[in-house]
């Protein structure tokens, strides 16, 4: 049986970036695109997850399904004979430029350490555990990722890849992620923007952490 998997794809036309600026999401909602990858390297089965996708929105949905299929993976080789699933990101308007107030800064001090967890059903497997120097994630179908931390402020800290323990994430072995806490919904939860700096990838992630 095959096994359900996560990888990237370049995306060709519809949007430039990895999420979608939309009005009638609180925060943030997925679209999740199921495809298996046949021998060749070829597509086939692809579906939106319903059950995983968090924006419902017919329209959109529709969308990224056609948006999918016009795009190209980046390794179709190395994910034949398998099954694997592609996250599109809905995300408020007003957290374009939105920032964290300054009097709220000081609270991030409690996402330091800790266990987490995503907020996310594609990575709802995937537990992180933080350091002071390092991050571990690792459950669901990503393997065990590892990353040396560095808090720039209270409320921003960089991660470093530093081993990925799937053949087919090597290459982001080396990445720098710059995070930053833009809203804390409570003392559990917060709201981030990601971005790699090394890389020529300038996509934005926007998602939701809780610690556990």
């Not at 948006?67 to 004979?81: A, E, R, S, V």
């Amino acid at each position: 049986m095959k096994r359900l998997l996560f990888f990237g794809f370049i995306i060709i036309s519809f949007c430039s970036y990895s999420q979608i600026f939309v009005d009638d999401v609180d925060r943030v909602a997925v679209v999740v695109i199921d495809y298996c990858v046949n021998k060749n390297g070829n597509r086939y089965d692809i579906t939106v997850n319903q059950e995983k996708s968090t924006y419902k929105h017919d329209g959109w949905q529709q969308g990224c399904l056609e948006h999918f299929k016009k795009g190209k993976l980046i390794y179709p080789m190395k994910m034949t004979d398998e099954c694997w699933q592609s996250v599109y990101y809905f995300v408020n308007s007003k957290y374009k430029t939105y920032e964290l107030p300054q009097e709220d800064r000081i609270k991030c001090k409690a996402f330091h350490r800790g266990k987490f967890k995503y907020e996310n059903p594609a990575y709802s497997e995937t537990i992180m555990k933080r350091r002071k120097k390092n991050q571990i994630e690792k459950g669901g179908l990503g393997g065990t990722q590892k990353y040396k931390i560095k808090w720039r402020d209270d409320h921003k800290y960089q991660l470093e890849a530093i081993k990925m323990s799937l053949k087919k994430d090597k290459h982001k072995e080396g990445n720098l992620i710059e995070v930053e806490i833009i809203e804390i919904l409570n003392d559990k939860t917060y709201l981030y923007k990601a971005y790699i700096t090394n890389d020529d990838n300038t996509d934005i992630v926007f998602g939701l952490i809780t610690k556990i």
